[in-house]
């Protein structure tokens, strides 16, 4: 019986398949930096978190462009183009899609995802109810949370064979995520409380004088952009005796005792009557050129300027 031997192995040669050249990695990175580029506010640089298309045609980040509107002294400008513009603005949501996509994507940053998620859970716990009763504009403490505790852990993860040292970002998710906690549990127990029909109002003051910030009372009155949040003040005798000083130039809104220590947006002014429209925050739509038929006027001396 011929004895066959097993036809020898083909050498391979090493040095004609190296790894797999970088070339694509790094175009897939330089393609998503570019994509990240075009979804960062042109004002602070950051990811947007709540992107709007100003008139000028360009998309900023909500907040930071009404700041620019406050800014600016007269007519408001564009900040790329530096012409005249409208301060309307409408939601991109083209851009909110692929921001949402850009931050769950390991391409970028950590950090820089942290951050995001860290804005995206203060933005969720922000919104107020609108005046439809629009569920996407209500506050989300649970989607918040959940933002939260991605940021923290995407700075805390720690490494390989080692510990990750707290910083600052990671605690403050961390802080943001406790808080939300806090508030879902305060929750709990309204709802318990009402099933079990038990008074609870004693709270809120305290609870008003914990979180609700504090502001600044105006002395003088200023010319506030539209937009600006307000609150007016929770003293009867003051507001009674702001209108007074009017001289029947206004009357007192009809709800004007429900309305003592709320906040509101400022819709328009008068330079004349140093007053202002003020309406309340799920009546006011920034795509409308004007909400005055919601607000009511207040004089400028019991309004509160809030950071």
């Known amino acids: 019986m011929e004895n066959k031997q097993p036809p020898a192995k083909r050498k391979t040669d090493q040095s004609s398949s190296p790894p797999a050249p970088p070339a694509k990695q790094q175009k897939k990175e330089t393609t998503l930096e570019s994509v990240a580029s075009r979804c960062r506010d042109a004002i602070s640089g950051s990811l947007l978190v709540d992107p709007v298309i100003a008139e000028d045609g ?10 620019w509107f406050r800014r600016c ?3 408001p400008t564009s900040p790329l183009t530096h012409e005249r513009m409208g301060t309307e603005l ?12 850009l931050a ?11 951050e995001w998620h860290v804005a995206r859970g203060r933005l969720l716990c922000e919104r107020q109810e609108s005046k439809d009763g629009d569920e996407a504009n209500k506050p989300d403490v649970r989607a918040a949370r959940a933002a939260f505790e991605r940021a923290a852990r995407l700075v805390d993860e720690p490494p390989a064979g080692g510990d990750a040292p707290p910083t600052a970002l990671g605690e403050e ?7 939300c906690d806090a508030l879902l549990d305060v929750a709990r127990l309204r709802a318990r409380a009402a099933t079990a029909k038990v008074d609870i109002t004693f709270a809120d003051t305290a609870f008003d004088a914990l979180f609700r910030p504090a502001g600044a009372r105006l002395t003088r009155f200023q010319q506030l ?20 000083a009017q001289d029947d130039v206004l009357g007192l809104p009809d709800d004007w005792e429900a309305s003592l220590g709320c906040d509101f947006i400022v819709e328009n002014y008068d330079n004349g009557d140093s007053t202002y429209v003020l309406v309340k925050p799920g009546a006011f739509d920034e795509t409308s050129a004007t909400n005055a038929k919601d607000g009511k006027w207040w004089p400028y001396s019991v309004v509160v300027l809030l950071p």
């Open 225 to 244: 952009t539209r937009g600006t949040r307000v609150r007016v003040v929770h003293d009867r005798q003051a507001v009674l005796a702001a209108f007074e």
């Open 90 to 101: 409408r939601r991109n949501f083209a851009v909110r899609a692929i921001v949402e996509d």
């Open 104 to 114: 769950s994507s390991p391409g970028l940053g950590a950090e820089e995802r942290a």
């Open 173 to 179: 998710a961390r802080v943001c995520r406790d808080l």
């Open 58 to 67: 360009h998309t900023y980040e909500r907040s930071t462009i009404r700041e």
């Open 73 to 75: 002294a007269q007519q």
